[in-house]
């Protein structure tokens, strides 16, 4: 009974990422339609599309400061309204200018959400399931993803403005969303923190019940040497998660996880398939980085995070090596490539994907984990930003074989990068983690 009240928590936070997956994707939709509507030149239709992976960017950025100041469950309240707004904003938008504001307070959602949902679950799970309830939020961003596609899809044919409810209906998750924050507590470390004794202890209680006073001990601990210390996020003692979350985050995006997705047809049509075939092609990758996390999300607490990260790094370093290597000869036979994609992003998907949000949320001790977790996103976002606006210069000046090979010896330095300095994390309270990563 108590530990399902933690998963019902965790579901519900997780529905950010739900809603960061959705507003990601369903531009994707309208696009084409906004362009012709409000007679877009290239550069502003481009501007269009970025405007909220910009908005992301700060949101990621800065999302860290609420959550300290006014608390996890009100910050995430607060993107639940900007969710809110932007989707009935953008669907209801006279003209351009409006519609880029709608779209850019929903980035700032989506980095917020980024920050601020990794960071709530992570303090609220036990120890021996934390992995698999904060990998919630990563399978919900790659669910809201297909649900858009499919939305769309079911939307595309309503009409002339269709776009606008591809772009509205997003406002029903956004309420329940909402709603269902109502029914879900603080932060039991955040109230220890801001000096609310017996409300902390009262939601460890629901947690734990058998734990509750020597978890209290710990968290207060950990305040109290934080306290004799420097609380910014740059003192020399937090070095190594701060090296560890920009590195995590970094390698990530140079993986080219989002130049894949977010031009996967522009590379098959490169291979010689058709724009049919490329467009099937893509939907599949989706599906498959679907089932690849749900499964990623199920094992990581049995396994741990270093054994996802080590066996996703052989397979991104293989895959991205022969699909290097088709490009370099030229051998683009059958659907080679578009299979060797897929088997790239079920590595991604079992590794990266499902680990990342976790070990970012777990590494850095209750004083600065905010800070932290916005470090750790924004760099992220920064990266996916610089990934997804130099890719097609790049492909198209140095082919796909170097693009790839790029990608592939990226691959190579992740996986010295988890055997050498990675920490496992696995089945460890976040105090117990603190203790072993920061210099007192």
């Not at 990601?24 to 906004?34: D, F, M, N, P």
């Not at 470090?375 to 097609?392: D, N, R």
């Not at 198209?396 to 988890?418: D, I, K, N, P, S």
């Not at 105090?431 to 072993?436: A, F, H, T």
């Amino acid at each position: 009974m108590l530990q399902r009240k933690v998963l019902f928590w965790s579901i519900v936070t997780a529905l950010g990422g739900f809603l960061f997956g959705f507003d990601t994707a369903v531009i994707s939709g309208a696009e084409k339609a906004i362009q012709q509507l409000w007679k877009l030149s290239a550069f502003e239709h481009g501007f269009t599309i970025s405007i909220a992976l910009i908005g992301t960017v700060f949101g990621a950025m800065f999302g860290g400061i609420p959550s300290d100041r006014i608390g996890r469950r009100q910050t995430l309240r607060w993107i639940a309204v900007l969710y809110l707004v932007s989707a009935v904003g953008a669907a209801l938008a006279p003209a351009w200018v409006p519609f880029m504001l709608f779209r850019f307070l929903g980035g700032l959602g989506v980095g917020a959400s980024s920050v601020t949902a990794p960071l709530y679950i992570s303090e609220i799970s036990p120890a021996n399931s934390r992995g698999k309830l904060v990998g919630l939020f990563q399978f919900n961003i790659v669910f809201g993803i297909l649900v858009a596609y499919l939305s769309n899809y079911l939307l595309a044919n309503a009409g002339d403005s269709s776009w606008r409810l591809m772009l509205g209906v997003q406002a029903v998750p956004s309420i329940a969303f909402l709603l269902f924050l109502m029914r879900v507590p603080e932060s039991p470390r955040w109230l220890l923190l801001h000096g609310q004794l017996q409300e902390g202890r009262d939601v460890l209680r629901i947690i734990n019940p058998e734990t509750v006073e020597t978890d209290v001990a710990a968290i207060l601990t950990s305040q109290s040497l934080a306290g004799q210390q420097n609380e910014s996020l740059w003192a020399p003692q937090y070095r190594t998660p701060v090296l560890l979350a920009v590195a995590f985050a970094f390698f990530n995006q140079v993986s080219g996880i989002n130049a894949i997705i977010y031009y996967a047809p522009r590379i098959f049509e490169m291979t010689g398939l058709g724009q049919g075939a490329a467009l099937l092609s893509s939907a599949g990758i989706g599906l498959v980085n679907f089932a690849f996390t749900l499964l990623g999300v199920n094992v990581i607490d049995r396994f741990g995070r270093r054994t996802l990260m080590a066996v996703g790094s052989l397979g991104l370093i293989l895959t991205l090596g022969l699909v290097a290597r088709a490009f370099y000869t030229q051998q683009f036979t059958g659907y080679t490539v578009p299979v060797l994609l897929f088997v790239y992003i079920a590595f991604f998907a079992f590794s990266q994907g499902a680990v990342i949000w976790v070990f970012i949320s777990e590494i850095f001790p209750n004083a600065v984990r905010a800070q932290g977790q916005a470090l750790g996103s924004s760099t992220h976002w920064v990266m996916a930003t610089v990934i997804a606006f130099t890719f097609p210069y790049f492909a198209e000046q140095l082919g796909g074989g170097h693009t790839f090979a790029f990608f592939c010896a990226m691959m190579v330095l992740q996986l010295v990068f988890v055997w050498r300095f990675m920490p496992e994390t696995k089945g460890t309270s976040l105090e117990q983690v603190e203790q072993s990563l920061i210099m007192h």
